[in-house]
T-cell receptor, first 114, second 109 residues
């Protein structure tokens, strides 16, 4: 089944404790992206990658890191999480530019930072 | 200020009713996508509209792109409880995809 898999689904952590949210897609998509979703603000792009070893900042990149060493994986790293990073996070992939092809989204990771 | 404004923010209706939700902007979009997000899941792409005035139908859902490509609407005929979810529009603005905040639809049986 074609899908985007992200883990974990739920995570509660403490301020300052480094964490990684994994994302993997099995569709050979070139483009991958991370979004956060907050009530009233919609989906905001954190980082994106147009291909292996190519990443770039989205609209809200502060406090996050990403890497794209393989085409299928695009982990999101929070080096020192803070409470304002409490949110619902989505990984998404697209064959190429999502403006033309649309996104396939993962099921989301609900992160709480206390 | 959101580049894409969606209205209404919330809509609660009875099964069988018709409804329309809107996606508006002061900017022109090259194309526009509609997604539905069910509780506990990620958004799923429903349709992409590209041409001003374009109308696309997906079973009971009718999508329209405004003539000036600044607005779009989604009309649902005879809503069912399975239509419950968050409806998001996303517009191509330059080389970026910009999302609206969404309309939460609840269909009661």
């Amino acid at each position: 089944e074609a899908q985007v898999t992200q883990n974990p689904r739920y995570l509660i952590t403490v301020t300052g404790k480094k964490l990684t949210v994994t994302c993997s897609q099995n569709m050979n998509h070139e483009y991958m992206s991370w979004y956060r979703q907050d009530p009233g603000l919609g989906l905001r792009q954190i980082y994106y990658s147009m291909n292996v070893e190519v990443t770039d900042k989205g609209d809200v990149p502060e406090g996050y890191k990403v890497s794209r060493k393989e085409k299928r994986n695009f982990p999101l790293i929070l080096e020192s999480p803070s409470p304002n990073q409490t949110s619902l996070y989505f990984c998404a992939s697209s064959l190429r530019q999502p403006t033309n092809y649309g996104y396939t989204f993962g099921s989301g990771t609900r992160l709480t930072v206390v | 200020t959101q580049l894409l404004e969606q209205s209404p923010q919330f809509l609660s209706i009875q099964e069988g009713e018709n409804l329309t939700v809107y996606c508006n902007s002061s900017s022109v979009f090259s194309s526009l996508q509609w997604y539905r997000q069910e509780p506990g899941e990620g958004p799923v792409l429903l349709v992409t509209v590209v041409t001003g005035g374009e109308v696309k139908k997906l079973k009971r859902l009718t999508f329209q792109f405004g003539d000036a490509r600044k607005d779009s609407s989604l009309h649902i005929t005879a809503a069912q409880p399975g239509d419950t979810g968050l409806y998001l529009c996303a517009g191509k603005y330059g080389n970026k995809l910009v999302f609206g905040a969404g309309t939460i639809l609840r269909v009661k049986s």
